[in-house]
């Protein structure tokens, strides 16, 4: 029996996608186990509650890291366990956009950075949710390295949207402050949108974002704010929040096209169509005016092109001034999603590439840093 023993290095919503769901499911499954760890065992702690953890398993697959404590745990685990190491990642670390406000985090030569690095140099085999991720990391290295596609629980999400029943379109973005300037691209479109259609309401989920719109607040009235939470209640709160149309602007840069689709499968599970930018998170799963829009992302110095921004302008009117089209494209979106990136039915699309991993029979030879990094001053103590 297959035994997968899976460690966060956060507790978010990137454990959430990568870790937390597809363990819940992989344990579902006849001749697997996946085993866990509770929220507080973030690769700190006791290297023996690790160990002891991880020393019957096949494969050990690990979050990305981002301090040298927790990269030294794995350097000794692996030393101790001789079990193969996969590194997991589900962005381009090493090409965080300078308008991020992640990217001093992820500075070049900083601890993050050159923890996450060693990591992924250090480890056996690698898993990445995307080609572009794979391109970007799996081909530098040489290493064995398999894409793992981001699925969604539809049969749960399929039961939290509330339907809006009032006399408004409600436009939705949901995100944080490291998709600002994303955001802002398209400002102008929607500000065309709300000026000309008293009814439609924009909404924000996560970060409040309406000072980037509408400077002289004639247009208040039309914003609403949904205050965020975290990745247990998120999908709750995406439908209970009625939207009628969901977007999803990026910029078209190496860091996004790194991203993955995410939001389009969290509002498509719930039948809610979107706009989003046609860069490879959403290009290769979107069929357009199908089961979705995608909208090339033409930009300069933070400002889209007028052509983009007319764009976004003729998609979003189109969306809202027909319900019929809101339904049908709301509805193929949710069968795209049901069919091919759904925890129910295509849990085998990491099963699969776990048995390879375990078909590779890789010689396991020592690590030569680890006896330096188990002889680490306080790596047993819980400091």
């Known amino acids: 029996m297959p035994k997968i023993a899976m460690l966060h290095s956060e507790w978010n919503g990137c454990a959430h996608w990568r870790m937390f ?11 697997w186990e996946v085993i866990n760890f509770p929220k507080t065992k973030q690769l700190s702690g006791d290297i023996e509650y690790y160990t002891d953890k991880c020393k019957d398993a096949d494969l050990i697959v690990s ?8 990269l030294q745990m794995l ?69 064995p390295t398999f894409i793992m596609p981001n699925l969604i629980d539809v049969n749960k999400c399929a039961t939290y949207r509330v339907e809006n029943d009032e006399d408004t379109i ?18 102008p479109a929607i500000e065309r949108i709300l000026e000309e259609y008293k009814h439609v ?20 009235p039309q ?20 939207i009628d149309i969901a977007i999803a602007p990026l910029d078209d840069i190496k860091f996004n096209t790194c ?64 319900k019929d089209l809101r339904d049908e494209v709301g509805n193929n979106a949710y069968n795209n999603v049901n069919e091919n990136y759904s925890l129910q039915k295509d849990i085998s699309k990491w099963t699969d590439n776990y048995k390879s ?9 020592d690590i030569a840093e680890a006896e330096a990094a188990l002889a680490y001053e306080g790596i047993n103590s819980g400091a």
Request: glycine share 6%.
């Open 21 to 31: 769901e597809p363990a819940r499911f992989i344990n579902k499954l006849k001749g």
């Open 63 to 70: 979050m990305r890291v981002d301090n040298i404590k927790s």
């Open 75 to 143: 350097i000794v685990l692996r030393h101790l366990t001789k079990v193969p190491l996969v590194f997991e990642t589900d962005d381009d670390f090493h090409n965080v956009d300078p308008m991020n406000i992640s990217s001093r985090h992820w500075k070049k030569g900083g601890e993050p950075y050159t923890s996450a690095t060693l990591q992924l140099n250090e480890s056996d085999l690698l898993q990445f949710s995307t080609m572009p991720l794979k391109r970007t990391f799996g081909y530098k290295t040489g290493k």
């Open 170 to 187: 409600r436009i939705g973005w949901a995100g944080s402050a490291t998709h600002y300037q994303d955001l802002k691209l398209i400002v």
């Open 201 to 220: 309401r924009f909404v924000s989920m996560g970060m409040k974002c309406d000072y980037m719109f509408d400077k002289d607040k004639k247009m208040k």
């Open 223 to 242: 914003f609403e704010f949904i205050e965020g939470t975290d990745f247990r209640g998120w999908n709750k709160l995406i439908g209970k929040s009625k």
């Open 259 to 322: 991203k993955s689709n995410c939001r389009y499968l969290e509002w498509s599970a719930m039948k809610i169509p979107g706009i989003y930018t046609d860069v490879y998170p959403y290009s290769k799963t979107i069929t357009h005016r199908k089961n979705g829009f995608k909208i090339p992302m033409m930009s300069w110095n933070g400002k889209a092109s007028n052509g983009t921004i007319e764009a976004w302008y003729n998609n979003l009117k189109a969306l809202v001034l027909s």
């Open 357 to 365: 991993m375990l078909e590779l029979n890789l010689p396991l030879n």
